[in-house]
């Protein structure tokens, strides 16, 4: 009986092809959007994330503003922020913008980012070729620089720039590093401004380009499952003491916390976009009861000589279902193909790796069976109450 169902059902889509297909639609459109909205806002954030992560994990932010009496941190502060339980280095960020000369070219504007060893330390991946900046080039204010590899084909076209030398201010630096821009090596604090750096150096020489006395900008380092509240405790104590406990001399970002807010935002982000897109799918349920309620009226008669012939309610009331069932499913299908290729073309277009989630087909699939069942029961409830002798007068 069961396998006589599922033939009927099969063939009552197959007879109203124009019919079952708009039908369809509805579910098509709504999993095809829960499809691409997952797809594409989960492959967003997992690209945002994998950056943090890889730029913000263990690590600390300062901002010190400072006071009339004293601006940014000393040597001595920076010192002390070192010397924390638990932190494995603290790297200053100073930047300014200055005029580069290079091969008889004169290029404006190009970012130069004062760094020291344990920066590099840390990004050490994002070396492409030659070297990061040591401890010897920090403390002797050596004339090298780590360029991006964007920055070495503009000035240095067709050639390799380990080597060679650029004029800053009037002074030569040897480019002895070259590293990626596609893996993003920058600070986090470069990173939250969309800064385009061209040029690392020293710290210390771009304090002495700047005549600058005190550093502003901290990152500090912590080292694996380390207790993050206990140094983030103990670096406010001494940047208190630094500046004689003065409110808003300073801010101290936790990026640990602060990812932890940005996943728990992102996963409510996309919940939301899922509900909306879910509208379309109840949407596409009524239009399948609709239409099974339009069959139902149409198919009085068969339905008259079935219950005659001593079909039970049951058998009946199984077949609509099936129906209900088989075309939420079908329109299911088809929406995850829609879906994936609208998520293929969107991640093509904005630069972004396409990933294939099986939450979202779950997801999709499991709300077009649910929409089936929920709104094929009632004109499939119908059928099977109705009345043979009342069915069989309109033959």
């Not at 920058?186 to 006395?213: A, C, E, F, W």
């Amino acid at each position: 009986m069961f396998k006589e169902s599922i033939v009927m059902s099969w063939k009552n889509i197959i007879h109203n092809k124009l019919r079952s297909f708009l039908t369809m639609l509805g579910i098509v459109i709504g999993v095809a959007a829960i499809i691409a909205l997952i797809t594409i806002v989960q492959g967003v954030i997992d690209e945002v994330d994998n950056q943090f992560d890889s730029l913000g994990a263990n690590t600390m932010i300062i901002q010190a503003f400072g006071t009339p009496l004293k601006s940014g941190l000393t040597d001595e502060d920076i010192e002390k922020l070192s010397s924390i339980e638990g932190v494995s280095g603290t790297s200053p960020s100073i930047s300014v913008d200055l005029d580069i000369w290079s091969g008889g070219k004169i290029f404006e504007k190009v970012n130069i980012q004062g760094k020291n060893e344990v920066f590099f330390r840390k990004n050490s991946d994002s070396i492409a070729k030659g070297r990061g900046l040591n401890i010897l080039d920090v403390e002797n204010k050596n004339r090298v620089c780590v360029i991006s590899d964007d920055f070495e084909r503009d000035v240095f076209p067709g050639e390799d720039a380990l080597g060679k030398s650029i004029t800053l201010k009037g002074t030569e630096y040897l480019v002895v590093g070259v590293y990626k821009e596609s893996n993003n090596i920058t600070s986090v604090q470069n990173m939250l401004s969309d800064t385009t750096i061209g040029i690392y150096i020293p710290y210390k020489n771009v304090m002495s380009l700047t005549g600058t006395k005190n550093i502003v900008s901290l990152e500090i380092y912590t080292y694996p499952d380390v207790n993050q509240e206990a140094v983030s405790s103990s670096a406010k104590q001494i940047l208190n003491a630094a500046f004689n406990y003065k409110d808003d001399s300073y801010i101290l970002l936790e990026m640990d916390s602060l990812l932890d807010v940005m996943k728990t935002t992102q996963q409510m982000m996309k919940g939301m976009l899922v509900g909306i897109a879910s509208i379309s799918l109840v949407v596409g349920g009524i239009g399948i009861m609709n239409m099974m309620l339009v069959s139902v009226t149409e198919r009085t008669t068969e339905i008259g000589l079935r219950k005659a012939l001593g079909a039970e309610p049951g058998s009946i009331q199984l077949q609509f279902m099936i129906e209900a069932i088989f075309l939420s499913l079908l329109g299911g299908f088809i929406g995850i193909i829609v879906g994936y290729l609208i998520s293929y073309a969107v991640s093509n277009a904005i630069g972004i790796p396409l990933a294939l989630y099986a939450e979202a087909v779950i997801i999709g699939f499991g709300f077009s069976a649910a929409v089936g069942i929920i709104f094929g029961s009632a004109p499939a409830r119908k059928a099977s109450k109705l009345n043979p002798i009342d069915a069989l007068r309109s033959v």
